[in-house]
């Protein structure tokens, strides 16, 4: 049985934290693919908003926040599956990141703000995924046989 709440009076408001980090990370990807353009694919790269990044970074922060945008959109507990797993996927990516921060294998031009702020993403997905759930109000709530007094 999960554990997770369903038809959570604050959900709009959770859709709307995932929408912004969306669009933040569009934001930051489409500054970061001008302020990089004529520059290396993986170089070092530059400052933009405050966070290191490169060409590959910038073009992966447009694809992860296009795809939180229209998952936001269509909802249907798409924007859930979506920003729970981006949300992962943003996390691991930091931590990779971290883990090779002054290395020659920081094929995205981290700095240590720029894991700061992927954290802070993922971690912002995930919570809007735990918190984003409907469901029709007649399968919402506990399992049938705890409603009707019945255990196991």
């Given at each position: 049985m999960a554990h997770t709440p369903v038809n959570h009076p604050l959900r709009p408001i959770y859709r709307i934290v995932g929408f912004i980090t969306g669009a933040y990370l569009v934001v930051f990807g489409v500054l970061g693919l001008i302020q990089t353009s004529?520059?290396?694919f993986t170089g070092p790269g530059v400052r933009v908003i405050g966070q290191g990044s490169n060409m590959l970074w910038s073009i992966i922060s447009i694809a992860v926040g296009g795809i939180v945008l229209l998952a936001t959109a269509?909802?249907?507990?798409?924007?859930?599956e979506a920003d729970k797993y981006l949300g992962w996927g943003l996390?691991?990516?930091g931590t990779y990141a971290m883990a090779v921060l002054r290395t020659d294998a920081n094929f995205f031009g981290f700095t240590m703000s720029t894991v700061i702020v992927t954290y802070i993403a993922g971690l912002l997905l995930i919570t809007t995924s735990l918190y984003s759930k409907s469901a029709p109000q007649s399968q919402a709530g506990a399992p049938r046989q705890v409603r009707e007094g019945r255990t196991a």
């Open positions: 004529g520059e290396a269509i909802g249907r507990n798409a924007d859930v996390l691991v990516l």
